[in-house]
């Protein structure tokens, strides 16, 4: 029906609902208006717009059927037909019968004929109201799966607080076990590094509680656009539903993916050799040494000599003739201790020569030993290492840049094997550097390797206890 009367309705001339109709001889008929700008452009014989049939000035003859037809439809809306208080248009007094899917909203016929309106997709209420009650239907499916994700994320951060709590009450126990054997001068130290892993704990938790706080909102916000949507929806009313339907749409597809928190547990530095690295503060009041390991000479590259009782490693220009056994490191400048280690506590100290470049710390006893293979945990390497210029590595995964606070000349290597923890110290201080976490299952062998560069031609490791 709309259609046919966006036909009917409508000057051929201006395209506009006739404002004043006249008719022709031929049958067509025109805003009087435009006709006439129509004859005013012309010097000839006017002739219809439509079908090129000439006509004479005094030829027009009003259009009083179409023009009562035009003022009909204008009022209808105000006649006794309408039902009181139902929603009607405030233009047109007309009955609201259809729905305009471009501008979203409710219309009348005379608005689908207007200029605002004319040539969008004008549907009838009933069937805008069910394609947009299931489209409503839709996003309600949509955002109950989103909930589903957030309560899912709230779960797993709750496991998170629990591992931290877990880990942090852990390493009170540690502290407390280690400080017991220290007397009152060693309380202040004591309560020093339990007010730091106070701290480290308090900010995980606070992070991870932050993130709790930011599901938790972004939930109750997602359930309040549900209720908001079902109350609409439930309510059948059409009216309102069209009415409010874009800001309810609108507001379903505004749902942004949560940011969380990634707080990082830093508590290598907790799981130290606190005793000795309190003695380092206190000599005169504790007594500890580090491991008494040595280099292996069986595993050493021929370009790197062993002296010293086990305890020197230094580069060789020269090659030495050495049997090229499996055990021998041929490829890398590398040696291993000579004591594996497969459980328990452990920690050494390795003496740097200034500028050399070296890695350390710890290798499976299964790497293989004649190829060049970067000294990652992906090849069975646990590493840190120095090159000149002050550039400090950790080799990880991937290797990345660490900042050891001055030139570290003696480093601290500590490995818990059950706790899959291997950590490196400034041993002169017992400041961390950095830490490996790993599940180790593998016999591990301390790793060794030097090479010298234009600051130092003659490196050299030594190993202290």
Not at 130 to 155: F, G, P, W, Y
Not at 255 to 273: A, H, M, Q
Not at 309 to 338: I, N, W
Request: aromatic fraction near 8%.
């Amino acid at each position: 029906m709309a259609t046919n009367l966006d036909i009917d309705l409508r000057c051929p001339i201006c395209q506009e609902v006739y404002q004043d109709p006249v008719l022709l001889r031929c049958g067509h008929s025109f805003c009087r208006g435009c006709l006439r700008r129509h004859m005013d452009s012309v010097e000839e014989t006017a002739t219809c717009p439509c079908c090129r049939d000439g006509f004479a000035e005094d030829s027009l003859y009003p259009n009083w059927q179409l023009a009562n037809v035009i003022a009909g439809l204008r009022d209808l809306g105000a006649g006794p037909s309408m039902e009181p208080g139902y929603p009607h248009c405030a233009k047109h007094k007309r009955e609201l019968e259809l729905f305009c899917q471009d501008d979203k909203q409710l219309i009348c016929y005379i608005c689908a004929l207007a200029h605002n309106h004319r040539n969008h997709n004008c549907v009838p209420i009933d069937d805008a109201y069910m394609e947009c009650k299931d489209k409503l239907k839709c996003s309600i499916t949509m955002l109950q799966n989103e909930v589903t994700d957030r309560m899912a994320m709230h779960v797993s951060q709750g496991g998170k607080i629990s591992h931290l709590l877990d880990m942090t009450e852990s390493l009170r126990n540690d502290i407390a076990k280690q400080f017991a054997a220290m007397h009152n001068f060693l309380d202040n130290r004591e309560r020093a590094i339990i007010k730091e892993l106070a701290d480290e704990e308090s900010r995980v938790l606070t992070q991870l509680e932050e993130n709790m706080l930011t599901i938790s909102e972004d939930c109750n916000m997602i359930e309040a656009i549900i209720q908001d949507i079902s109350e609409i929806i439930n309510s059948e009313d059409c009216h309102q539903l069209l009415r409010e339907y874009v800001s309810l749409k609108k507001r379903s597809e505004v749902i942004y993916n949560v940011v969380l928190n990634t707080p990082v547990f830093n508590l290598g530095v907790f799981y130290s050799p606190l005793q000795y690295g309190t003695w380092k503060q206190m000599k005169d009041i504790i007594k500890t040494v580090p491991a008494a390991l040595s280099f292996d000479p069986r595993t050493a590259n021929p370009k790197l000599r062993v002296s010293n009782f086990g305890q020197m490693l230094q580069y060789c220009k020269a090659q030495s003739q050495r049997p090229d056994t499996t055990e021998r490191f041929t490829k890398h400048l590398s040696v291993f201790a000579s004591t594996a280690l497969s459980s328990g506590r452990h920690y050494w100290e390795v003496n740097v020569s200034e500028g050399a470049d070296w890695i350390l710390g710890v290798a499976a006893g299964s790497v293989n030993r004649k190829v060049c293979a970067v000294t990652s945990p992906d090849n069975g390497y646990w590493t840190i290492g120095h090159r000149s210029g002050g550039q400090y590595w950790a080799y990880d995964h991937k290797k990345v840049a660490i900042y050891p606070d001055i030139n570290v000349e003696m480093i601290g290597v500590y490995l818990d094997y059950e706790k899959g923890q291997l950590s490196f110290y400034d041993a002169e201080d017992m400041s961390h550097i950095h830490t490996f976490n790993h599940h180790f299952t593998d016999k591990l062998y301390p790793y060794f390797s030097i090479s010298p560069n234009a600051e130092c031609a003659n490196p050299s490791l030594q190993l202290l206890h």
